[in-house]
């Protein structure tokens, strides 16, 4: 038991340590701190708005049809209402869980199978990494929002067909991040001497090269999560993407086109939404980048906290 506990203390006061550098770092830049509370509030509003406001949200109500933003009509049209008097406001909270799900789901099936894909091509090398990178090629060859155009004529347009179509167009994104990332740490001094001693493949992989390779792969993930948002927008916007009742900010932006010469805010508060959730993500990826390249941390160690 003595060595149990010796040894479990200074692993949880590490893991402390760690987390409170990773806070501080965060703190000093006031930027990434802005996004991460904006974040934290799109996370609270897609956890709890359907549960606290999703009747409210699909109530229609003609009187009060594409209502300007006001308090006239209580606190929830202070957004507006659309063009079947539903409030704004409450279906900005709804709508975040089917944009949340939908953007988070397409980047971990795409991470998840470009990533695994990357591995087998860099660390094997051989015809089947050669037949991997055509396969990319081919991908990449066509316009992502194209070929999300073509499968989703061809399927019925529908939030797992849509997250289908997204993760396999940014597949190859990983694979090729992945792959270059592999070529390049497996030929590190660490790695050899692993070899050396006898590590197995998949302890070569797991232990020694992932670890190196995961937090560019990390930060890939967070900018796609924003670019996922602007295309599920793009497919919303062309009507192939999530199709009613269900609905998604860029679903309310696709319905508000029609009304922009006179009920501006049905397409501008989704449209703002997405734009301040994809420049947050891009914020708090830009400081995940620096966190964990030591090159480049001593940009945000160099500020001064601003209780200093």
């Not at 789901?105 to 051989?126: H, Q």
């Not at 319905?255 to 449209?271: D, E, H, N, R």
């Amino acid at each position: 038991m003595e060595n149990v506990t010796s040894t479990t203390v200074p692993v949880r006061k590490t893991e402390r340590t760690s987390l409170r550098q990773s806070l501080d770092l965060l703190w000093r830049d006031k930027f990434a701190v802005a996004a991460v509370l904006f974040l934290i509030i799109v996370v609270l509003a897609a956890l709890l708005g359907p549960y606290l406001f999703g009747q409210q949200s699909n109530r229609i109500n003609l009187l009060t049809r594409n209502a300007a933003p006001s308090f006239a009509h209580g606190w929830a049209f202070v957004l507006g209402a659309d063009a079947l008097g539903r409030p704004i406001l409450l279906r900005l909270f709804v709508g975040a869980q089917n944009t949340i799900i939908l953007a988070v789901s397409a980047v971990i099936l795409s991470m998840i199978v470009g990533t695994a894909l990357g591995f087998v091509a860099g660390y094997r090398n051989d015809w089947l990494g050669n037949v991997i990178l055509r396969v990319a090629d081919v991908l990449m060859s066509f316009p992502s929002l194209l070929l999300a155009l073509i499968v989703l004529y061809v399927l019925t347009p529908g939030i797992a067909n849509v997250i289908l179509v997204l993760a396999i167009t940014r597949v190859p994104i990983y694979l090729r991040t992945a792959r270059a990332e592999v070529l390049e740490v497996r030929e590190r001094t660490f790695v050899t001497a692993a070899d050396i001693m006898g590590a197995s493949t998949w302890r070569l992989v797991w232990r020694h090269i992932r670890p190196a390779v995961m937090p560019t792969l990390v930060t890939i993930a967070t900018l796609e999560i924003a670019f996922v948002m602007l295309a599920e927008s793009s497919l919303s916007f062309l009507g192939l993407g999530i199709q009613a009742p269900q609905f998604t900010w860029g679903a309310m932006v696709a319905q508000g086109q029609s009304y922009l010469g006179t009920a501006w805010w049905v397409a501008f508060w989704p449209g703002v939404a997405i734009t301040l959730t994809a420049m947050s993500l891009n914020l708090l990826a830009n400081w995940v980048r620096l966190v964990s390249d030591p090159v480049q941390r001593w940009r945000l160690e160099a500020k001064e906290p601003s209780h200093d």
